[in-house]
């Protein structure tokens, strides 16, 4: 045999080895693999038909009956859940059956003033969801401009229109704040005055009534390295001044910790049974106060 035919016949021996092998021994592989590939394009085709009619059928839609939430506390008077649920309806139908619905729940739950976190989202049998949520709580009030505006331990500004006057003022009033929020409801306020009152408020909110305070003034202070660092007073119903001093979460190794000027403070009421003098208010200060006794 020549070198030109044996040349010819090796280029056309792999597509002939091909062909054989398809129509031989490769012949059952090629037939499953047809039958999938035409039962997906089958199921394609009806999908594409039938798909959206399936997607939006009423048992897969999430309705605000469906829609579960962890109880509000009694200091939100507003309907967190029917609120979030509205402003859900703008994306559209919620369907149980998209992959994005618990992360799009969880934004719009997150974006509410009244949330702090969102803990879990849940999708349930018979097409319902479950939001797990924590709430923020308001530790005090600001007063500016004759409003009282709820804060959470943090400072942030929480809503009030909802709120009654009266039991806004049962909170710890934060007052010598000149300017208004920064922010709207959710937000920091944007001030270090509030945030440090704030802080304050919180170490105190549980026994604020019963200790019969009335308010938390911030004044500015000029530490003897020259910085200007804001400082804090309670004052009780009566009129007497304690000075607190630092905020929490500010140190400095001249002044006791938050939670041990608490301890100084209920050691001092529990021995004179009241912090205003029995001529009428007092001038103290809780970080010259003794420690409890052991």
Not at 18 to 46: E, T, Y
Not at 141 to 159: C, K, S, Y
Not at 222 to 248: C, H, K, N
Request: charged fraction near 25%; charge should be positive.
């Amino acid at each position: 045999m020549s070198a030109a035919k044996r040349t010819k016949k090796r280029a056309a021996g792999p597509p002939g080895s091909w062909a054989a092998w398809l129509f031989g021994r490769g012949r059952p592989l090629m037939a499953s693999l047809l039958v999938i590939a035409a039962g997906f394009a089958a199921w394609w085709w009806v999908w594409q038909r039938v798909g959206p009619r399936v997607t939006r059928a009423e048992r897969y839609l999430v309705g605000l009956d469906r829609l579960q939430t962890t109880p509000q506390p009694e200091w939100i008077h507003t309907d967190v859940r029917s609120e979030v649920y509205q402003s859900l309806q703008f994306g559209g139908p919620m369907n149980l059956l998209d992959d994005e619905l618990s992360p799009r729940i969880a934004e719009a739950f997150a974006r509410h003033p009244w949330v702090e976190r969102v803990v879990r989202v849940t999708k349930l049998a018979g097409a319902g969801v479950r939001v797990e949520l924590e709430y923020r709580r308001p530790v005090c009030v600001v007063r500016v401009d004759g409003r009282l505006l709820p804060v959470d331990r943090r400072g942030i500004l929480l809503p009030a229109e909802a709120t009654p006057r009266e039991k806004l003022e049962r909170y710890p009033q934060l007052a010598g704040v000149d300017s208004p929020p920064l922010a709207v409801p959710g937000e920091p306020w944007g001030t270090v005055r509030v945030a440090g009152g704030a802080a304050i408020a919180y170490e105190l909110v549980d026994v604020w009534e019963g200790w019969h305070l009335a308010r938390i003034v911030p004044f500015p202070f000029v530490a003897p390295d020259g910085r200007e660092q804001m400082q804090y007073s309670l004052f009780s119903e009566a009129g007497t001044r304690i000075v607190w001093g630092l905020p929490p979460g500010v140190t400095s190794p001249t002044e006791p910790t938050a939670q041990e000027k608490r301890a100084r403070l209920k050691a001092y009421r529990a021995r004179h049974g009241t912090f205003d003098g029995p001529a009428g208010p007092l001038d103290l200060d809780v970080r010259t106060m003794p420690d409890p006794a052991p």
